[in-house]
């Protein structure tokens, strides 16, 4: 953590000698915390999610919390309209293609067509509420690394590879930004039009979707599974 000028010593110091004893702290900090950057690439990370980490990532999404609602409320309704598609065509099949009813088949078709216009739109307002939110919290991601580094003494760039600072400031941050912004909106999606599709499938057959529930826990223990060998082998690489 960054000292405080209120606790600072040199507080009544003039401002060239404030910046001297700074940098003199600085060094004597990186000088006692060692090589920072090529110790972290040593870690290996014991649990995959932790939720320090995740509350102070939160911080970043806060700015944008708006068009994070605004994304997961087309995620809904995009999930909620494409699990009605397939609904509506088992409907006009059952109920109306095979009674020759031309007065309720034309009534399905006019709640698909709107129904599809709704799931367009919403997909819309999902990619444009997820890029907007994206690039904000990219954006304050950058910033704030670019003002840590500037505060930072050329010590540092000494002890460390040029290679390694770009990868933090650049990858890094984009494979942040990404997870923060459109990843966790897609997996709560799916999340939820999984749910929906189930509901779904106990509404239209129950005996038909017991009967394919019954692979979901062979899939659930090949998860966890595969999750841990592939986790291992990540972090070994």
């Given at each position: 953590p960054r000292r405080r000028a209120t606790s600072c010593p040199t507080q009544d110091l003039p401002v060239a000698e404030k910046e001297h004893a700074y940098q003199t702290v600085d060094e004597d900090?990186?000088?006692?915390?060692?090589?920072?950057l090529s110790r972290s690439d040593e870690i290996e990370f014991g649990k995959p999610y932790d939720s320090h980490v995740i509350s102070r990532l939160a911080r970043y999404v806060a700015p944008h919390k708006w068009k994070v609602v605004m994304a997961t409320a087309a995620t809904t309704v995009f999930t909620l309209t494409g699990v009605a598609t397939p609904f509506l065509v088992g409907l006009a099949i059952n109920n109306y293609i095979t009674n020759r009813n031309l007065d309720g088949l034309?009534?399905?078709?006019?709640?698909?067509?709107?129904?599809s216009g709704i799931n367009w739109m919403a997909h819309y307002a999902q990619l444009i509420a997820e890029a907007r939110a994206g690039q904000g919290i990219v954006l304050g991601l950058r910033t704030q690394v670019f003002d840590h580094l500037q505060?930072?003494?050329?010590?540092?760039?000494?002890?460390?590879?040029?290679g390694r600072i770009m990868s933090r400031v650049q990858n890094d941050v984009e494979a942040l930004g990404d997870f923060l912004s459109s990843n966790i909106l897609s997996v709560s999606g799916d999340i939820f039009g999984l749910v929906a599709i189930l509901?779904?499938?106990?509404?239209?057959?129950?005996?038909?979707?017991?009967?394919?529930?019954?692979?979901?826990p062979l899939l659930l223990m090949f998860v966890v599974f595969w999750q841990k060998r592939v986790r291992a082998s990540f972090i070994k690489v």
């Open positions: 900090l990186e000088s006692h915390s060692g090589d920072h034309n009534l399905i078709m006019v709640l698909f067509v709107l129904n505060r930072l003494s050329i010590k540092f760039f000494d002890r460390n590879e040029s509901i779904a499938m106990v509404l239209l057959d129950l005996r038909l979707a017991l009967f394919t529930f019954t692979v979901l």
